[in-house]
C-alpha cells in the first residue's frame, strides 16, 4: 500500500525548533519530487516547500524563506522539514505529499499531488 | 505574489450540477488542479492538468479551462460530495512556485 506518515508535530514556544518526519512506503521514494503543505486552524491550504528527487531543485514558499529547511534521505525514504525560529502563524497541520510526475517524450510532466499523509500537527505558542 | 481566487462557498440540491470556478493571470499558460478535502481528512485529487480525471475519481468530477478561469463541475451531486475543493497552479515565477486558492466549501443541501 502507497502510505504517508508523518510525525515529530508538537507544542513549541515562539522562536523555537521543530523537526517533521514524513515516512515513505509502498512506492520507490527516490523516483518522485516530494512536498510539504500547511493548513491551518480553519484555513485553506498553503503550500510550503518542495524538494526534487537527488535534492538538486529546492523551493520554498516566501512565509518560510530562510527559517524552514526541506531534506530528504532516499536511502531512508524519508522526507524531513527543519522549522526553525517559528511564529505563531506556523500552527497548521503538516501534510507530506507526492507529486506526480510523468515523462513524456522525455519532458517532465506534472500530474498533481496524488499521495497525501494524515499530518501532523504543529503548535506554536507560549 | 501569484493568487488564485475561488468562491467562498456554493451550494446545490441532490442531483444537480455544481461549478466551482478559480480565477489566476496565468491560468491560460498554466494548468491547473483540483483537489477534495473533506473534514479531518488530507486533501485527494480529482482533477489534474485542468480535464484529467485520476483513476478511481467518479465520472461526474469534470474540469475546463477558459481564459483565466478553470471550473471544477460535478455533475448529479451527492451528498458524499460535500466538502472543500481546493485548485492549484503556479505562474513559474521566481516568487510562486505551487499556489493554492483559498478554498470553496461546497454544501449540499
Known amino acids: 500500500e502507497v502510505q504517508l506518515v508523518e510525525s515529530g508535530g508538537g507544542l513549541v514556544k515562539p522562536g523555537g525548533s521543530l523537526r517533521l518526519s514524513c515516512a515513505a512506503s509502498?512506492?520507490?521514494?527516490?523516483?518522485?519530487?516530494m512536498d510539504w503543505v500547511r493548513q491551518a486552524p480553519g484555513k485553506g491550504l498553503e503550500w510550503v516547500s518542495s524538494i526534487s528527487t537527488s535534492s538538486s531543485y529546492i523551493y520554498y514558499a516566501d512565509s518560510v524563506k530562510g527559517r524552514f529547511t526541506i531534506s530528504r534521505d532516499n536511502a531512508k525514504n524519508s522526507l524531513y522539514l527543519q522549522m526553525n525560529s517559528l511564529r505563531a502563524e506556523d500552527t497548521a497541520v503538516y501534510y507530506c505529499a507526492r507529486e506526480w510526475q510523468v515523462v513524456v517524450a522525455a519532458t517532465i510532466e506534472y500530474y498533481g499531488m496524488d499521495v497525501w499523509g494524515q499530518g501532523t500537527t504543529v503548535t506554536v505558542s507560549s | 505574489s501569484y493568487e488564485l481566487t475561488q468562491p467562498p462557498s456554493v451550494s446545490v440540491s441532490p442531483g444537480q450540477t455544481a461549478r466551482i470556478t478559480c480565477s489566476g493571470d496565468?491560468?491560460?499558460?498554466?494548468?491547473a488542479y483540483w483537489y477534495q478535502q473533506k473534514p479531518g481528512q488530507a486533501p485527494v485529487l480529482v482533477i489534474y492538468?485542468?480535464?484529467e480525471r485520476p483513476s478511481g475519481i467518479p465520472e461526474r468530477f469534470s474540469g475546463s479551462s477558459s481564459g483565466t478561469t478553470v471550473t471544477l463541475t460535478i455533475s448529479g451531486v451527492q451528498a458524499e460530495d460535500e466538502a472543500d475543493y481546493y485548485c492549484q497552479s503556479t505562474d513559474s515565477s521566481a516568487t510562486s512556485y505551487w499556489v493554492f486558492g483559498g478554498g470553496t466549501k461546497l454544501t449540499v443541501l
Open positions: 496565468a491560468l491560460p499558460k498554466q494548468y
Open positions: 492538468k485542468d480535464s
Open positions: 509502498g512506492f520507490t521514494f527516490s523516483r518522485y519530487t
